[in-house]
């Protein structure tokens, strides 16, 4: 997955304009505690950054 796929489904399952400042102060465990803007500084791959916010929103395997 590119970041670009990461951020267009991100736009598609929180609110509008929502997902930048989610992404910005939200911290996922299973990131190792860090935002989604931090694990993409970190280099963790997109894929796995997306099953977090999926798992943190609890989002449905349709979705995955």
Do not use: F, N
């Not at 951020?7 to 935002?35: C, F, I, K």
Request: charged letters at 30%.
């Amino acid at each position: 997955m590119r970041e670009v796929e990461l951020w267009q489904r991100m736009d598609q399952v929180l609110p509008a304009g929502y997902a930048a400042t989610w992404a910005e102060h939200v911290v996922l465990e299973e990131l190792g505690s860090r935002t989604v803007h931090d694990a993409l500084r970190a280099g963790v791959a997109c894929k796995r950054i997306w099953r977090a916010v999926w798992k943190q929103l609890e989002l449905p395997d349709s979705l995955r």
